[in-house]
């Protein structure tokens, strides 16, 4: 798991699934933490237009480059929809982070090659110890 840690966290551009405006919220402090470690990120939610100052994109799909790694923090049934999403977008590298793991989900990532992370590790935890 350490190694698809490191790939993940290596990666040039990411895209926060369920980032939110609020920033109290996970999806936040999320987005927030990868932007201020100097990462591009990409906020998406199918609700809100901006976050943080950036535009928010509905969809993977909608976004202007394909990111090389997803972190997902949305509910399970969403984990599904937005990991499907990722697969046909070419998307390398996906961390679930907790309470978005999806296990059917997982194993349609691994089957179409992506690294997947969904063991319970939290993002902000490893961001913070660069």
């Known amino acids: 798991m350490q190694n698809a840690i490191s790939d993940f966290l290596s990666s040039s551009t990411y895209a926060v699934a369920g980032a939110s405006a609020r920033q109290h919220k996970y999806g936040n402090k999320v987005f927030r933490a ?10 998406l939610n199918p609700v809100t237009e901006e976050i943080e100052g950036h535009r928010a ?11 090389e790694a997803v972190s997902i923090i949305t509910p399970p049934e969403v984990t599904r929809r937005v990991v499907d999403d990722a697969i046909a977008a070419g998307v390398r590298h996906l961390w679930m982070q907790p309470g978005a793991e999806h296990e059917d989900a997982s194993q349609a990532a691994r089957d179409a090659g992506l690294t997947v992370i969904d ?11 660069e």
């Open 34 to 43: 990868l932007l201020g470690s100097g990462r591009t990120a990409f906020p």
């Open 57 to 67: 994109y509905p969809r993977i799909q909608d976004l202007p480059e394909v990111p």
């Open 119 to 129: 063991d319970g590790s939290c993002i902000l935890v490893l961001l913070a110890r």
